[in-house]
């Protein structure tokens, strides 16, 4: 079994700044992609930023969230992070960790972490 646990959100002005993070632990072979989702009030889960480890780190981002948002990770440690800079009220919403592990020799299997909640006041 594998385990995502994040931690870092908050509550923050307009304008502010929070770093979330997630560590994997378990049975894990491999990781090819670790990234964030994140759901607000009445919406869909929707990728923020996803990091794919197994394509040299190669990243890519939500439209809005590009230029205020980085994603980065500690492979020896499988952890990944986020950094919010210039947040706004609508990226409140609960964040999601995701990983897709290789649990054994072939096989990969989606992950997701139990959410930590991010509030940005106007």
């Known amino acids: 079994q594998v385990q995502l646990v994040e931690s870092g959100g908050g509550l923050v002005q307009a304008g502010g700044s929070l770093r979330l993070s997630c560590v994997a632990s378990?049975?894990?072979?491999?990781?090819?992609?670790m990234g964030w989702y994140r759901q607000g009030p009445g919406e869909q889960r929707q990728l923020v930023a996803r990091i794919t480890i197994t394509s040299g780190d190669s990243t890519n981002y939500a439209d809005s969230v590009k230029g205020r948002f980085t994603i980065s990770r500690d492979n020896a440690k499988n952890m990944v992070y986020l950094q919010m800079n210039n947040l706004k009220p609508e990226d409140t919403a609960v964040y999601y960790c995701n990983a897709d592990v290789l649990i054994n020799s072939f096989k990969y299997t989606d992950y997701w972490g139990q959410g930590t909640q991010v509030t940005v006041s106007s």
């Open positions: 378990g049975r894990i072979f491999g990781i090819r992609t």
